[in-house]
């Protein structure tokens, strides 16, 4: 078998769970971007909030610091345990929702499997295509 049939076989044929995994957090990445990049003309992501309860416990520790930075320790106590949802969705693009800097190296990770998928793939598919050529 060849070298690059072997490097894609291994990195997508028998850890479909890992790139199916891969595959999703790319998606997440891409829907989060495209929030991310228009969150301008989505007015709705500014004013919703997420409760902390459904989020890491790193946020609640994040949400005191920034209130107690800016001065809102006593003001908006509504708003005391939840964060706006453009937070999370920054978050989630950038990989700070995993935990710093490990989410970020984790997402690095990803876009480096994601490349050795892609190459591989494309390797294969003009090797593939020139053995057919007339």
């Not at 690059?4 to 989060?32: C, D, E, P």
């Not at 919703?48 to 520790?61: A, E, F």
């Not at 003001?75 to 453009?86: G, I, Y």
């Not at 984790?106 to 998928?117: G, Q, R, T």
Request: proline fraction near 4%; aromatic fraction near 14%; charged fraction near 20%.
């Amino acid at each position: 078998m060849k070298t690059w049939r072997k490097v894609h076989l291994y990195s997508f044929g028998y850890y479909k769970a890992i790139s199916l995994f891969i595959s999703v957090l790319m998606l997440v990445i891409s829907l989060t971007g495209i929030l991310y990049n228009h969150h301008h003309d989505l007015k709705f992501l500014n004013s919703l909030r997420v409760p902390t309860s459904i989020l890491p416990d790193g946020y609640q520790d994040r949400l005191d610091r920034t209130r107690e930075n800016q001065g809102l320790g006593d003001l908006f106590p509504e708003e005391a345990h939840s964060v706006p949802v453009m937070w999370l969705v920054i978050d989630l693009h950038n990989g700070s929702f995993f935990g710093e800097p490990w989410g970020r190296f984790f997402y690095d990770a990803i876009a480096l499997a994601l490349c050795v998928l892609s190459l591989t793939g494309i390797v294969l598919y003009f090797k593939i295509r020139r053995k057919h050529r007339f």
